[in-house]
């Protein structure tokens, strides 16, 4: 069990890692003016996320069913490990966002050459351009660090990217320890996980994604400095890592409210 626990917590790193490493993809396209290919290739890349996800879930549903069979196993802490390993994750990928920056730039050039992501891949993908890649590797500095002060990014759109960044984290959780706490109402909870990041999608769709938008359509269209829009993504991706930090606090009310609300559906 305790492997299946590891490669579960690897999957959540990948998941949340890939995730916010699609920020510096669409930052990427707002330097170089390609916006459309640089979401062409967030898709790619949030593919990744999406695959991993497909494995995810079976192994959770099976550390549950040995949770019910061993009373000693401490599923819930289990449940922390993993999103600490969400938290982790989008850390690494905050890390990193310098190197993906600069190479979703050469990759969208690479890409409008291609014509199409199947001959990007097969002629990116080779021994000699992946020892090339490590010049490109960039480490976040102190000074880029230090621009990152919240005036002139909504105090709001940060709040709000938090909040459904912990509701998406914690929301399959939640619903897996519910049905867990739950046997007779198991498969009802299970389900629920839908619900729970369906109200986080259109949260984000609603309020977070058009603001996104609007600053990122005023940065292409020269009304908005291209320092303020770095300090915008900056600030989204620690508010995203935050949102998995509030996770943790999100997990025991998001499974009581799944638990009373089971019994009535």
Do not use: C
């Not at 097969?122 to 880029?144: C, D, F, G, N, T």
């Not at 996980?193 to 292409?220: F, K």
């Not at 009581?256 to 089971?262: D, F, G, N, S």
Request: proline content about 4%; glycine content about 6%.
């Amino acid at each position: 069990m305790i492997e299946k626990i590891i490669i579960i917590s690897i999957l959540t790193f990948i998941i949340h890692a890939v995730e916010t490493l699609s920020y510096g993809v669409r930052l990427a396209g707002v330097r170089t003016g390609k916006l459309a290919i640089a979401l062409s290739l967030t898709g790619m890349i949030v593919l990744v996320s999406r695959t991993s996800n497909l494995g995810q879930a079976p192994m959770m549903g099976k550390i549950a069913d040995y949770a019910r069979q061993h009373p000693e196993f401490s599923f819930e802490a289990v449940l922390h490990i993993f999103i600490a390993a969400a938290s982790l994750g989008t850390l690494f990928a905050i890390v990193l966002i310098p190197t993906a920056i600069r190479l979703s730039v050469r990759m969208i050039s690479h890409l409008e050459e291609a014509g199409s992501l199947p001959r990007l891949i097969r002629e990116s993908v080779s021994i000699r351009k992946l020892k090339y890649a490590k010049h490109h590797v960039q480490l976040p500095s102190w000074e880029m660090l230090s621009r990152l002060r919240i005036g002139g990014v909504p105090k709001r759109l940060l709040v709000l990217n938090t909040l459904v960044t912990g509701i998406y984290t914690v929301g399959v959780l939640a619903a897996l320890y519910a049905s867990f706490l739950l046997p007779e109402f198991s498969v009802t909870a299970s389900q629920s996980s839908g619900l729970i990041n369906g109200v986080a999608t259109i949260l984000m769709t609603i309020l977070v994604d058009p603001q996104v938008a609007l600053l990122t359509d005023r940065a292409m269209n020269g009304n908005e400095s291209m320092a303020q829009i770095n300090k915008m993504y900056g600030l989204l991706m620690f508010s995203r890592f935050f949102g998995t930090v509030l996770a943790q606090l999100l997990l025991l009310p998001g499974t009581y409210l799944i638990t009373k609300a089971v019994p009535f559906w």
